[in-house]
């Protein structure tokens, strides 16, 4: 027990190191960038996207709170439209991975939609929502609705057709069913198209927030743009590369903690 524990500490201690060696070296790179544009006549004005001037913006921003309250419009539309994609994509992926036919019928309609840029819908969004934070939910939700349900469907696809002739012989009903074998069974894949789902929707997001609104990471950028003030726009660059870093170990955590594969 004591060799498996210093194994697993030495393993811990061994990720860590190198989780730090690739960010010093991430540093590094960011600051010979930087380097490079500060001694060009021709990109000095871009100097502030260096990591000293970015970095202090960002302690700022942090102090003042006004890194928290770009944070907060941001993070309730992604998890707004998360949760419209989870909706609309599990319920969905279930039928299609229990009725084969549905499948076969809805693949290439939904192969086609899902290859289609969720910012193509920005013009339809705009028309068919009253408010800018309706538009971009609605495009968090059109981005975010194919992870979750492709990885339903295979979930469940992959899912053992005994358990459920052993679960109907046992008198179960269709909630049942639901419950104590689809959901337990594919529970993993559903949280693996969340993580993938949150990350296509933090990369639309800020693009998403260009439309108007006056809150949000997105538009936090675009004013940093405009003003000039490429310090703020470093930082806030930093906040949104943290945040989704965050989000996404969080789903991953998930993922490990509802894994069949225990070790010894």
């Given at each position: 027990m004591n060799e498996r524990r210093t194994g697993q500490w030495k393993a811990a201690l061994r990720s860590v190191g190198f989780a730090c060696l690739g960010m010093a070296l991430l540093l590094f790179a960011w600051w010979i960038g930087g380097l490079i544009v500060e001694t060009n006549p021709a990109l000095m004005a871009f100097a502030d996207f260096a990591p000293e001037p970015a970095l202090a913006r960002l302690l700022e921003m942090l102090v003042t709170g006004e890194a928290w309250a770009m944070m907060v419009p941001s993070?309730?539309?992604?998890?707004?439209?998360?949760?419209?994609?989870?909706a609309i994509g599990v319920p969905v992926g279930i039928a299609i991975g229990r009725v084969p036919a549905l499948r076969e019928i809805t693949n290439i309609p939904f192969q086609f939609l899902r290859m289609i840029s969720p910012l193509s819908w920005m013009p339809i969004?705009?028309?068919?929502?009253a408010t800018w934070d309706g538009a971009i939910v609605f495009l968090i939700t059109?981005?975010?609705?194919w992870p979750v349900l492709f990885s339903t469907a295979a979930g469940l696809k992959r899912v053992d057709p005994a358990w459920f002739r052993v679960a109907r012989n046992l008198g179960a009903r269709?909630?049942?069913?639901?419950?104590?074998?689809i959901l337990p069974a594919i529970s993993q894949d559903i949280l693996t198209g969340i993580r993938l789902a949150?990350?296509?929707?933090?990369?639309v997001l800020v693009p998403a927030e260009y439309l108007g609104v006056t809150s949000g990471l997105g538009y936090a950028i675009n004013d940093a743009r405009d003003t000039l003030e490429y310090d703020r726009l470093a930082a806030t660059v930093v906040i949104i590369g943290v945040i989704g870093f965050a989000l996404d170990f969080v789903c991953q955590q998930a993922i490990t903690r509802l894994s069949w594969h225990r070790d010894d």
């Open positions: 993070l309730a539309r992604v998890m707004q439209g998360l949760a419209l994609a989870v969004a705009v028309m068919a929502f059109v981005a975010a609705v269709p909630w049942h069913m639901l419950f104590t074998i949150l990350g296509v929707a933090w990369i």
